[in-house]
């Protein structure tokens, strides 16, 4: 019987799930790799620390060098998150001839030229299905169902946190503050969750994929990136009213020679599949030249699905005997295209001011969003007290740029008291 | 440079597919592999038919030998269907160490046994993604991308041709054979449409799925089938009226130690994404102990999608070195399970009666029900003539052996006109 030893780097949340897995299908993964395979050391923070976990003896330190050093451990899975020292951990690993399995996008994003450098140069596995959309296996599918295609579209909702937040308010009519407080309870936001809310998590993600499907590199930093925490309730009802519901997309589109990519609040109709995905569930959408169409959708977080992620990783490696084979595995970003500058980036918008109850004041807003090249599709108004009056204006494509130039002039008209919000309106029909 | 050469056996619908991609996409393949693919010759049954494509002279052969005698030829891809002569020309390919991709769901399903046997004695490999879905790459996932799991669950919509059928029957309140008049127009169905129409493509697509989710031999007999002729515009519509569209599922699920496999047409609930599944489009969810529930959703049918899924399968072979590894490639249908027999399924049930307008007969029809361990869940009439009601009964769950036993027993009564249908409800809610 083959065996191997491996180590994880972290046992929070998805170092206990791979735990729990190894544990509980270990007759199922034998028969799929042919190893029994044996956790030799966890690294941890505190070694003391209870864990509901039934750990033996000698397993847990807070000394990497006890696995790195330790020539018997062949594989190790990091799932300990954060750049430092886990990027640092993961090089010296793989200089010593270890594979690499890792859930860290942040990593994979930032630091992915280190890091398939180095295993290109030490021969080793670096596999990172469960950095994006947890347990969808959606690298697989863009690295090995897909090679046929020229890929052209990616549009996913890829974080947990966000989308949980923005169903919260969707369908319980909470606030924003209080929709992220019952997220924090429930173990859905992180008690720093700026991450999340801000659109970083998602542009990490994006970043990967279209990495990966445009074969050239996308740096976070190039993603346009907006976030949650300015959507109130207020716009979520307009969506309703329109026939929308709100989510954070990210997008990634091949255009000629250039690539557009932003992760955004966004208007996405309601009887589109996108509109029905909750909670912590993730979807991505693939547009590629042969397949068409092809949408996977399941569990984006959680122990146990983002460690079948790994787990199936860590297979794929024991499949292949530890022998490591390049083309499965190398990124190869080649191609050269531009990344489209923010301004030039087209959608339509919705539009929310709130203004003095005066006559008059659509036709002075109609007229400098026409002076900007905004056209607009529908226009409403909503008193909302004896001198206030909600404008909402739906617009026709226009770039960024204009809205920007509008948006300007707009913080300088006499008769508003507030610009509300801007959000993007994505109809998603391809 | 690396150079490959390869032949197709069928230049249809997929083969042309195939033909196209591996023109169009050159560059992108050539990166994704390493390879050049020369396309040596091409088996047809016709070698003068007028073709859309840009052939070479001396490529296409209407004699298998060509093929098989030529030792350049390292890979075949079957796309010409049918149990024969297509399965004794891919053993006998096999036999002389070429590696297969095919996306015949009959071999598979019927002979897999053979094929795989084979593949494994001679060590190549025998991939077969195109089987199942079309473009969507069902195969790998269960393979590969979800090696961490033990599968529990499969629900599919896989047929496209009776898909089209209820989607216009749905849409256009058509009758069946106006809908499948046009589906044979349109080219999405066959001249003899007998396979899809009756459940049997289905039934091969779910048992190639089972087999290899719950590792175990799931034979096509074995699969409880029946087909959509026999539902009626009347059906739909009641179907609508209750909250429902009528889908022809394929579902496979683990219970204890036994496996349930059955296709039929089912009520599924309007807002269920199933339900927005249209014409070619296909979709599988899956529920691994793992990852938890998994959709994928995408083009079914078709020269391209169907194209997509046979070329990245060869180019998996490529990848490879054209070098066999046993464990990412051999079925295990090692587990031993038995199959549920077909009157221990349960399910609730849509039955439509038409009978005499007089007063009791729900009472009566109740009271049969009842008899047979049928619980009612609602009954509703429609008066249709002066002489003439439908009934409509919706049941709780209960055991085809009941229904079966209703069905003798109500054949029998006086104020029958007509036992019109009897159709599954399926609520999927998991
Ligand atoms: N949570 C999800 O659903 C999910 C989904 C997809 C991807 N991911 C990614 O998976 C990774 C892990 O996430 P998580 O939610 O499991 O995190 P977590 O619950 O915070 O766990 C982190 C683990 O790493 C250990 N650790 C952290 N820094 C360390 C250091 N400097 N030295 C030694 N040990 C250290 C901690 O030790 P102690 O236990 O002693 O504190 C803990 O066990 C992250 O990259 C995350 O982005 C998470
Ligand atoms: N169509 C789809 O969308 C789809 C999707 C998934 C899987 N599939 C599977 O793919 C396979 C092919 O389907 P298709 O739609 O491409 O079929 P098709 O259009 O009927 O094409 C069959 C091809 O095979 C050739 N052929 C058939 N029998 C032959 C024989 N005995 N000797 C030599 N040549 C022979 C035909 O030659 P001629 O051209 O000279 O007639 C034709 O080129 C089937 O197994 C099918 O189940 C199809």
């Given at each position: ?25 270990k007759s199922e993964i034998f028969k799929h790799c042919g190893f ?264 984006g977080a959680g122990d146990l699905p983002t460690g079948s992620a ?121």
């Amino acid at each position: 019987m083959k065996q191997v030893k491996i180590a994880l780097l972290g046992l929070g949340n998805v170092g206990s799930g791979v735990w729990k897995i190894l544990n509980f299908n270990k007759s199922e993964i034998f028969k799929h790799c042919g190893f029994e395979i044996e956790i030799k050391k966890i690294l941890v923070n505190d070694i003391n620390k209870k864990r509901y976990l039934d750990i033996p003896d000698g397993i847990l330190t807070n000394n990497f060098c006890d696995i790195l050093n330790d020539d018997s451990i062949e594989i190790v899975i990091e799932v300990m998150g954060g750049a430092y020292p886990a990027l640092d951990y993961m090089i010296e690993a793989m200089k010593k001839k270890k594979h690499i399995v890792t859930a860290n996008k942040l990593c994979i994003a930032l630091h992915g030229d280190r890091l398939f450098e180095t295993a290109l140069k030490e021969k080793v596995f670096l596999y990172y299905e469960a950095s994006v959309g947890g347990g969808i296996p959606i690298i697989k599918q863009i690295n090995e169902s897909l090679t046929a295609n020229k890929i052209e579209k990616i549009v996913g909702i890829v974080n947990g946190t966000t989308n949980y937040i923005l169903s919260n308010m969707t369908e319980s009519n909470m606030s924003f503050d209080k929709a992220l407080c019952l997220a924090k309870e429930n173990g859905f936001a992180e008690f720093d969750p700026t991450d999340d809310i801000e659109g970083f998590d998602a542009a990490y993600k994006l970043s990967i994929m279209s990495s990966l499907s445009f074969e050239a590199p996308v740096h976070p930093n190039n993603i346009l990136r907006e976030g949650i925490s300015n959507i109130r309730i207020k716009d979520i009802n307009y969506a309703k009213k329109f026939g929308y519901v709100i989510k954070l997309l990210a997008i990634g589109t091949l255009k000629n020679n250039s690539i557009e990519v932003r992760v955004h609040p966004a208007f996405v109709p309601k009887n589109h599949p996108f509109a029905s995905v909750k909670d912590s569930f993730n979807a991505v959408y693939l547009k590629g030249n042969a397949v068409g169409d092809l949408t996977i959708y399941g569990k984006g977080a959680g122990d146990l699905p983002t460690g079948s992620a790994i787990v199936s990783d860590l297979l794929s490696i024991l499949r292949n005997n530890l022998n490591y084979c390049g083309i499965n595995q190398a990124r190869n970003l080649n191609n050269k295209y531009d990344i489209l500058p923010s301004d030039e980036i087209e959608s339509e918008y919705y539009i929310r001011l709130n203004v003095k109850d005066k006559p008059g004041i659509i036709g002075d807003i109609g007229t400098l969003l026409g002076e900007n090249n905004i056209s607009i599709s529908l226009v409403t108004q909503d008193i909302q007290t004896k001198h206030q009056v909600d404008l909402i204006f739906l617009t026709q494509k226009c770039k960024e740029k204009s809205i920007k130039n509008f948006k300007e002039k707009i913080n300088n008209y006499k008769n508003l008291n507030k610009l509300e919000n801007i959000i993007r309106i994505e109809n998603l029909n391809n």
